[in-house]
């Protein structure tokens, strides 16, 4: 199976600031990683797929870059409702795995 | 607009048995791969299940394979997760997701439907 690993776990944030996860697979995925934000009680959204394209109406502060082992997402400037924790997928191959998420939080 | 609705989720005894459903509309349903995925208390997300849009080849975790069984109606727009021998540690919150592309490029997700084993 793929591991799928997350840094950071948690980070506290302001509103304008840019932030930066990074995720990693245990072997290359090509470009075969997804993002996706959770808020408390809701289902996942997907925002990133295919490591760099962006999922449709999803807004453009969010952006994805990486291929084969190591990925990142971005937010370019942090917005209230952008508070939530976030995951990568690799849907390279099975069984799909997830990373553990990174919880943004408010400064 | 692509909905997914699950329902069956409960209080069930460890080793009972539940059926999960989960309602598509607004999608050329047989046209796509569908998942579960799930969510124990407080836990990230673990891949359950997967099927083709026709049904005729599935996929599943070590954790639920020969305990768990996934099927679809096509003809209902529905996804069904038959789980079996049900253990405390798979409690949690089961969502079915619809695959974009492949098996597991995930874009819709319903909204989950708990399940608790316990005594």
């Known amino acids: 199976d793929i591991q799928m690993t997350q840094s950071p776990s948690s980070l506290s944030a302001s509103v304008g600031d840019r932030v930066t996860i990074t995720c990693r697979a245990s072997?290359?995925?090509?470009?075969?990683l997804n993002w996706y934000q959770q808020k408390p009680g809701k289902a996942p959204k997907v925002l990133i797929y295919?490591?760099?394209s962006l999922q449709s109406g999803v807004p453009s502060r969010f952006s994805g870059s990486g291929s084969g082992t190591d990925f990142t997402l971005t937010i370019s400037s942090l917005q209230p409702e952008d508070f939530a924790t976030y995951y990568c997928?690799?849907?390279?191959?099975?069984?799909?795995?997830f990373g553990p998420g990174t919880k943004v939080d408010i400064k | 607009e692509v909905q997914l609705l699950e329902s069956g989720g409960g209080l069930v005894q460890p080793g009972g048995s539940l059926r999960l459903s989960c309602a598509a509309s607004?999608?050329?349903?047989?046209?796509?791969?569908m998942s579960w995925v799930r969510q124990a208390p407080g836990k990230g997300l673990e891949w359950v299940s997967a099927?083709?849009?026709?049904?005729?080849?599935?996929h599943y975790a070590d954790s639920v394979k020969g305990r768990f069984t996934i099927s679809r109606d096509n003809s209902k727009n529905t996804l069904y997760l038959q789980m079996n021998s049900l253990r405390a540690e798979d409690t949690a919150v089961y969502y079915c997701?619809?695959?974009?592309?492949?098996?597991?490029?995930?874009?819709?997700w319903g909204q989950g439907t708990l399940v608790t084993v316990s005594s």
């Open positions: 072997q290359s995925i090509s470009s075969y």
């Open positions: 997701v619809k695959a974009q592309r492949g098996w597991y490029r995930f874009d819709y």
């Open positions: 997928q690799q849907s390279y191959s099975t069984p799909a795995t």
């Open positions: 099927i083709s849009g026709s049904g005729d080849s599935t």
């Open positions: 607004g999608v050329t349903f047989n046209s796509y791969a």
């Open positions: 295919a490591a760099s």
